[in-house]
């Protein structure tokens, strides 16, 4: 079933290649939706995709940093459909 996930990321994740390494791995799990850096040093995500792919992305962008990564909000909603890919917004 598809899901929709709206993520904050917080720590040292802007500077970093972060927003291009998740549209990376969204693109490689088959992840829709968009990323971007917020003023207050936050990165937004929101992702959707079949269940369990959203389960690899979060669990690959973990892998890949965490020392990076000091705090995670995830909310899970009903996907919206409207993403036809995954793109960075400045």
């Known amino acids: ?3 929709q996930l709206h993520i904050y ?3 040292l ?6 927003r291009y390494a998740l549209e990376d791995i969204a693109r490689d799990q088959n ?13 937004e995500v929101v992702a ?4 369990e ?3 690899n992305f979060l669990q690959k962008v ?9 705090d995670v909000s995830i909310e899970w909603l009903p996907a919206s459909g ?3 890919d995954f793109t960075i917004k400045f």
């Not at 994740?13 to 972060?18: D, E, K, L, T």
């Not at 990323?35 to 990165?43: M, S, Y």
């Open 62 to 70: 973990n892998q890949q940093f965490p020392r990076y990564i000091k």
């Open 53 to 55: 792919y959203l389960h």
């Open 9 to 11: 990321y917080s720590g």
């Open 1 to 3: 079933m598809k899901k």
């Open 82 to 84: 409207e993403f036809r």
């Open 31 to 43: 992840v829709y939706g968009w990323v971007k850096n917020l003023e207050d040093a936050r990165v």
């Open 48 to 51: 959707e995709a079949e269940e």
């Open 13 to 18: 994740v802007q500077g970093i290649g972060f």
